[in-house]
Nanobody
């Protein structure tokens, strides 16, 4: 059973940066494609970014393309989300998720079997 734990959230001013981390345990991390999702207050959870098992292929939501970067270090069993040029509308709880289909880049929550507990990101204007 894969367990995912996010960290790195916090309060930042608009235009600032944060880097989220998601540490995996209990499984073979390098076999999983990974994704980041977020849920703002009163809204449904939405896709943010994903990468394949090697990190060689990535996918981004249009709203974060060019500002966020997903990466991973399989030796450390960790996936990252570098968030730059943050906007107040990026305020949300951010979740990492694991997809056992190693080469899959998916925006669909249902493709991800494993989820972390989330970390809060708040961007002030």
């Amino acid at each position: 059973q894969v367990q995912l734990v996010e960290s790195g959230g916090g309060l930042v001013q608009a235009g600032g940066s944060l880097r989220l981390s998601c540490a995996a345990s209990g499984g073979t991390f390098s076999r999983y494609a990974m994704g980041w999702f977020r849920q703002a207050p009163g809204k449904e959870r939405e896709f943010v970014a994903a990468n394949t098992w090697s990190g060689g292929s990535t996918l981004y939501a249009d709203s974060v393309k060019g500002r966020f970067i997903i990466s991973r270090d399989n030796a450390k069993n960790t996936v990252y989300l570098q968030m730059n040029s943050l906007k107040p509308e990026d305020t949300a709880v951010y979740y990492c998720a694991g997809n056992s289909q190693s080469y899959s880049l998916s925006r669909l929550e249902g493709r991800y079997a494993y989820w972390g507990q989330g970390t809060q990101v708040t961007v002030s204007s």
